[in-house]
């Protein structure tokens, strides 16, 4: 009698859940590991941070998720070790460390924030990584003005209300929108017994922004930020940071208290347990088949991976990449136990799209149509909204942006200190 | 010129906030200072640690209460002495030690947990005083799950899924329900390739349950938490308790790794700094006007005053006694200022209800009308619904609970850690 295949997925982002839901009810024995019991919707994070949504609306366990799928366990627990000859990964877990074994492997860990060999600069650093640096940013953000209403000094006000986003790509655009509406439109009427002017400054060291897109959108998603009261610093990339402010390359000095770092991602940690060369940004390299290059029975998938396309161009870390990759990857071990050929990589490209602010934002659709404005920020809103988990949370999402959008108000202002251990 | 009285009020709870709220737009100046920046619907509070409800639907910031009144400034801090010789307060901010002075005090800090002089059970109790502990008990409940369906020891596996409430008042029978009905329908399905039996055990050490309900309310009180299926044990304190289990002072050992201390409390350590005997409860002394005995401008209202109606029997912990103080405190110092009479405190006593379950509750309605089973429970939700602050919030609770009820889900089942400071 042969033994079930035993598939372990580790990560529970885009790329571990199409895998485990591509190889739900097949004949294989599915284990699927990640840190947190919930699968996060990483684009609503800034929204999180920016006091506009829960936590939980953005964030879905992952056992609901497979409640109903009979081959798929759930782990909860961080990959420490990965052993291909002995094919065998060890988690650390709530409870201690377990050794897992595989027939297979998908290693989906996604990435994490680089500062390009500045690391000096993470200790000033807000991230947007994970749900709980989202709950961490809404919380120094509401603090840092809960101080500067008694403070008496106007320099230290100044630091207070001021928030530095370093990065030009989407999620410094949409982090840097929300948190300049969140001061300016709701704050201000809160902390009206002492006018705080807040400042929000995206700092971003290319010439332009948002460099997927082209020229004439990023000239109108650089005008609409504008237009909303940003100021964008192009051209000069952060020298230095200290909890007083950041200095620029080219000299200028901005006291701000908060920094938040978008400025780029790397391949996640995980990938360098495999002891194998890495790509460009610490990513894997993988075959088109999504295999690690090297290993036979490894895959990987998404922002962890690299891959070039026909052009030899990088497939780019997008979550619709993640999402193709591990379906593929799933496929290709399904496809192989059944004695067919594995499938190499072709992306359905959709599309890009970042949102600015309220009726702000640009869309670049099917690498041919472009949308700008309210058209773009409808279709920005209609696309996070179906691709969300959940029916409850979609509706919850929904109405909070109702509610926002048509009061002008932000629900979830509250300062939630670390809970006792 | 006279200047403006300067009123200092300690806590926004329900009796501060009342006072505050009976002060706006009066020809004084009011600073009302919290630890939070949140007023916090407690009654709610178990279902936070229970995963019905998110945090920020029974958290409302204290500034936008107070957003439209011009007279009330808001400080969050935590008060850390009163020196009533030189009227003023020291108060710890998250930017350093400020100073305040004040005409009127008014000392609105409520309660906290007590274990009777058994304080080393603390270490391995959870509290449900703050929005915080509320997270911290549903991080820890979900992990027990997490950490059950990987035991292998049968032994272990039972006392990750026992829990011990220990008090039969309302806070003890409200979370002994919810926390049955987590398990026994949300969770049992999501951990089905494992039958994991949740057990959950309500510990009174008087021989009956809500001992300020007439007898029969009590009996049904008993009768519908078993019917639901929790384990009551009266008539037996807790002895001792370990990460391992509880021992109760008849012998009986519960292995279990979750104890919730719903047992009682006494009044906040803020009453301390005042110098003064406390009473029993380690609570406050006040005047039928609300001023602590001893002082003529320093008053105090709620759960951490002491204070015996006509019959002698001090008025109960509640939270409509704390909001007929606070507005008494206010309009007695208003009354002073004006060279007017102060009034005596009178309790308007509308009745008590405490919640089971899904359709089963007890009232005692102007001590003459019970309620039980489904009308009571309707008059339950139908009361905390109205009396939470906040039209979003009332709206948000109210959607989740039609949710729950129909779907027989719990939403927010996310393990979120400590946010990384």
């Keep these: 009698m042969k033994t079930t295949p035993r598939i372990l997925i580790i990560g529970a982002g885009f790329g571990g859940l199409f895998a485990a839901r591509t190889l739900a009810n097949k004949p294989v024995e599915v284990l699927l590991i990640d840190r947190s019991n919930f699968h996060t919707f990483t684009p609503l994070l800034y929204q999180v941070a920016t006091c506009g949504l829960d936590p939980s609306e953005i964030a879905y366990p992952v056992r609901t998720i ?11 627990g961080e990959v420490t070790a990965v052993a291909p000859a002995q094919q065998c990964v060890t988690i650390q877990t709530p409870s201690g460390v377990r050794q897992e074994r595989y027939d297979y492997l998908i290693l989906a860990t996604g990435s994490t924030p680089t500062y390009f060999g500045r690391d000096a600069l993470s200790a000033h650093a807000w991230e947007l990584n994970s749900l709980e640096d989202a709950v961490a940013l809404r919380n120094h953000i509401l603090s840092q003005f809960e101080q500067a209403v008694w403070s008496e000094n106007a320099d230290e006000i100044a630091a207070m209300t001021t928030i530095v986003v370093v990065g030009g790509g989407p999620t410094g655009l949409e982090t840097a929108g929300a948190i300049y509406e969140l001061y300016n439109h709701v704050l201000a ?12 400054v995206l700092v971003e060291m290319q010439p332009y922004l948002l460099g997927a897109y082209p020229p004439d959108l990023r000239q109108a998603a650089a005008r609409q930020l504008k237009s909303l009261g940003v100021d964008v610093r192009l051209g000069s990339p952060v020298a230095e940071a200290s909890a007083q402010g950041v200095h620029l390359a080219d000299g200028t000095h901005i006291p701000a208290r908060t920094l938040v770092w978008a400025a780029g991602v790397r391949g996640s940690p995980l990938a360098e347990l ?4 890495l790509a460009r940004g610490q990513r894997l390299p993988v075959s088109p088949a999504m295999r690690v290059v090297g290993f036979s029975n490894i895959y990987a998938v998404g922002d962890m991976t690299y891959l070039e396309d026909e052009k030899g161009n ?14 593929l990857a799933a496929k290709n071990i399904l496809a192989e136990l059944n004695g067919r050929e594995p499938q190499p990589f072709r992306y359905h490209d959709r599309g890009i799209m970042a949102t600015i602010g309220r009726s702000r934002a640009v869309a670049w659709l099917y690498n041919r149509v472009p949308l700008r404005g309210y058209a773009a920020w409808l279709a920005w809103l209609l696309l996070h909204l179906v691709t969300l988990l959940g029916f409850r949370n979609r509706l919850s999402v929904f109405l909070s942006w109702v509610w926002n959008y048509f009061t002008y108000d932000r629900s979830v202002r509250i300062i939630l200190r670390q809970p006792p251990s």
């Design 274 to 277: 495999l002891g194998v060369p």
């Design 189 to 200: 009427r809160e902390y009206s017994q002492r006018s705080l002017h807040a400042r929000v």
């Design 314 to 327: 990088p497939y780019p870390m997008l979550i619709p990449v993640a999402q193709q990759q591990g379906i």
């Design 66 to 76: 497979f409640r109903k799928v009979r081959n798929i366990r759930v782990l909860m």
